[in-house]
């Protein structure tokens, strides 16, 4: 996927196209540097001299380091990766727990900074969020698709379903900072269908 084509309409400048390969470093640089110093340290200066190219290259397509971040954010997302269809809710939220997980482990680790530094950007706050909810987006698709099938109680919230869901994912990473493998992926959702699967339903 093309980090150019990924952007937010909002964090696109009218202006010279940059290559793909510019881009890229660009973003790359950005990653690399919100892993090293956090979002607070980070700088168009620093951006351009990791990716090798002129501030004002940056600057004609982003212009401050909320939007380059947003780039970064936007090339993570996977939206080409179409939703699992296992044809049964729990290996669906398998794969998508297997999916989340595995990207969270690729590359520098500094979501957990931006999360903490949107409290007090709201520009921040609103691609973070963005970010974050279109993965939840996805957690309800597949509940949804679970209803239709007639897998869940008729009680069952989905929206508190995904947010127990996420929320153990979030809390591993950001709160205790530990690894989740697969086998913690399983236990929580076993233990999440338990309550809301339809009595004598295989949680397949």
């Not at 340290?41 to 004002?56: D, F, K, P």
């Not at 600057?59 to 939703?83: E, M």
């Not at 698709?141 to 929206?159: C, K, N």
Request: proline residues 4%; aromatic residues 6%.
């Amino acid at each position: 996927m093309s980090v150019l084509n990924s952007l937010p309409e909002g964090s696109r400048r009218v202006g010279r196209p940059l290559s793909r390969a510019v881009g890229q470093a660009i973003v790359d640089a950005t990653a690399a540097i919100l892993g090293e110093v956090g979002y607070s340290g980070l700088t168009i200066e620093r951006v351009a001299q990791r990716a090798g190219v002129a501030r004002q290259t940056i600057y004609r397509r982003w212009p401050s380091k909320v939007d380059v971040v947003g780039a970064v954010l936007a090339a993570r997302q996977n939206i080409d990766v179409p939703l699992p269809d296992t044809g049964g809710l729990r290996g669906d939220l398998t794969m998508l727990a297997r999916r989340f997980n595995v990207r969270q482990r690729s590359g520098p680790e500094f979501l957990h900074e931006l999360v903490f530094e949107a409290r007090y950007d709201p520009a921040l706050a609103a691609i973070v969020d963005a970010y974050i909810g279109s993965r939840r987006d996805q957690v309800l698709a597949v509940i949804s698709r679970a209803f239709g099938r007639g897998e869940l109680r008729s009680e069952t919230d989905p929206q508190t379903l995904a947010d127990l869901f996420y929320g153990f994912a979030w809390y591993r990473r950001l709160i205790s900072r530990a690894t989740i493998t697969a086998e913690d992926d399983e236990r929580v959702i076993d233990t999440l269908l338990r309550g809301a699967l339809k009595e004598g339903r295989p949680e397949c």
